[in-house]
């Protein structure tokens, strides 16, 4: 692996005594991410996916190998992982387009419900908290005006091409990250990640058109599954002191490439309201 200068088995720290949750980690990046945190002796590890099977047979493998842990009301890293790509128009069980409903408002939905035991961690001695939301230099393809907040209740299928609609969801895990670090960053580090073009599920469902544009543009930088989880461990455990507070990091941890809304404070802010609106109702 010449072409990225990490190596997890010595660039992540010890996590004794930390507390980590990841969505998405059945399968792919977070499955990946998953085993490199439980060889570093973390104090409890969360995830969340759809494949039972696979979740049963990933708490399995790490138990062999990892030590049962208490239970705990704490919470150290959190990762938002779990995501769509290019799907056909849908609306999400809740009424949403659904790539901005998955890869957005739930995982926005998961921060409001966590946050207070984030912050409650974060208060604890010797604390360092961080929420990691991966995101995509597919963000790029948002549309004009960076997110049609008028249509996001509809499948926007008539308005916006499939990459136009994946954009709009990524670019939205940029600002959001942003504005989480405008907002709680004197107890809270927050970032978003680019894992790279990575060999997963998520691009082998794909058309072979897009993944015969992915091998032709990125001949020679598609990562493999293991690979694609580096950004997100070095975001995750690296030296708090080389990464600055809501930035987007690409392979590994490099501050990333921003074009047109990404660096918007504005359209961050009206993210960050509409979203707490549409998500009032919600409470542990």
């Known amino acids: 692996m ?24 059945t399968a792919g990046i977070g499955k990946e991410t998953l085993f490199v945190f439980a060889k570093h002796n973390p104090q409890r590890l969360y995830f969340t996916g759809r ?3 696979q979740a049963a047979q990933i708490i399995a493998d790490i138990k062999s190998t990892t030590p049962a842990v208490d239970l705990t009301n704490r919470l150290d890293i959190l990762i938002c992982n779990a995501g769509v790509m290019n799907v056909p128009p849908a609306l999400t069980k809740d009424g949403y387009e659904v790539h901005f409903g998955i890869n957005h408002i739930a995982h926005a939905l998961l921060i409001k419900l966590l946050l207070p035991t984030l912050l409650r961690t974060a208060d ?6 961080r929420i990691v939301s991966l995101t995509s230099q597919g963000f790029s393809t948002h549309p004009g005006g960076g997110i049609v907040f008028k249509d996001l209740r509809t499948t926007q299928g008539s308005g916006l ?5 994946y954009g709009q969801s990524k670019l939205a895990n ?28 998520l691009l082998n469902n794909q058309s072979g058109l897009v993944q015969f544009l992915s091998f032709l543009t990125h001949p020679f930088s598609m990562l493999t599954p293991e690979e694609g989880a580096y950004n997100t461990l070095w975001a995750s455990t690296a030296d708090k002191t080389k990464i600055v507070n809501g930035e987007f990091y690409e392979p590994v941890g490099i501050r990333g ?21 549409e998500l009032e109702g919600y409470h542990i």
């Open 124 to 129: 604890a001695p010797g604390s360092d908290v």
């Open 161 to 165: 091409m499939k990459a136009m609609r």
């Open 257 to 277: 490439g921003h074009a047109r809304k990404s660096r918007d404070r504005k359209l961050a802010k009206e993210l960050w309201e509409w979203t707490d609106k």
């Open 51 to 53: 494949n039972t099977a």
């Open 2 to 25: 010449p072409h990225l200068k990490y190596n997890p088995a010595t660039d992540v720290p010890d996590l004794s005594g930390q507390v980590i949750l990841i969505t998405g980690g």
């Open 174 to 201: 940029i600002l959001y990250a942003a504005e989480l670090a405008q907002r709680y960053g004197s107890k809270l580090t927050t970032v978003s990640i680019h894992p790279g073009v990575v060999r997963t599920d």
